[in-house]
T-cell receptor, first 116, second 113 residues
Framework: EPEVTQTPSHQVTQMGQEVILRCVPI?????FYWYRQILGQKVEFLVS????????KSEIFDDQFSVERPDGSNFTLKIRSTKLEDSAMYFC??????????????FGPGTRLTVL | AQSVSQHNHHVILSEAASLELGCNYS??????LFWYVQYPGQHLQLLLK????DPLVKGIKGFEAEFIKSKFSFNLRKPSVQWSDTAEYFC???????????WGLGTSLGVNP
């Protein structure tokens, strides 16, 4: 069964450093998403991506964040200058994006980002 | 702003007990409703969803949920839980044609054998 994969599973970085979180969505999916969950808090939407551009982003997704689909398979989230409060579990998801309504989002296992 | 509330943050049951996890959302328009589950060490996966039609929806592993529009609720139920149901359960909604999911805090369910 196809799965969304994410690397690395755990990333430790120093405050102010850049990090890139990587995701491989399911191959025939067209919509891609990033969510995050700070420990003890709700899962929060960050950004959705379709047709090589951002389709929606939350208030959290400020200029420090960017997403990219550098090739036909990877979907990346970059945080330019990490802050302590960026420490969280980051989930990537993808969905089919076919017409006719909403499609189920399939989630990856997450990347735990720890900013020291 | 839209929000989702899950009333029970930690639930512990014995095997064969019945389960009901509460979920309420705040939005007056069209919503799509979801329950996701995360078993220990595994991905978030969809348990069940409601888009339209019969408000009682059945999902995998014997779970069901009932959409009650007048109460803005989408409670998850299972008549008899098993030890393997030990997991974190998340209620989520998306609003209208918007694809982003809005999540509840999650409920940690422990089932004692």
């Amino acid at each position: 069964e196809p799965e969304v994969t994410q690397t690395p599973s755990h990333q430790v970085t120093q405050m102010g450093q850049e990090v890139i979180l990587r995701c491989v969505p399911i191959s025939n999916h067209l919509y891609f998403y990033w969510y995050r969950q700070i420990l003890g808090q709700k899962v929060e939407f960050l950004v959705s991506f379709y047709n090589n551009e951002i389709s929606e982003k939350s208030e959290i997704f400020d200029d420090q964040f960017s997403v990219e689909r550098p090739d036909g398979s990877n979907f990346t989230l970059k945080i330019r200058s990490t802050k302590l409060e960026d420490s969280a579990m980051y989930f990537c998801a993808s969905s089919e994006g076919t017409s006719g309504g909403y499609n189920e989002q399939f989630f990856g296992p997450g990347t735990r980002l720890t900013v020291l | 702003a839209q929000s989702v509330s899950q009333h029970n943050h930690h639930v512990i049951l014995s095997e064969a007990a019945s389960l009901e996890l509460g979920c309420n959302y705040s939005y007056g328009g069209t919503v799509n409703l979801f329950w996701y589950v995360q078993y220990p060490g595994q991905h978030l996966q969809l348990l069940l969803k409601y888009f339209s039609g019969d408000p009682l929806v059945k999902g995998i592993k014997g779970f069901e949920a009932e959409f009650i529009k007048s109460k803005f609720s989408f409670n998850l139920r299972k008549p008899s839980v098993q030890w393997s149901d030990t997991a974190e359960y998340f209620c989520a909604v998306n609003v209208g044609n918007n694809r982003k999911l809005i999540w509840g805090l999650g409920t940690s369910l422990g089932v004692n054998p």
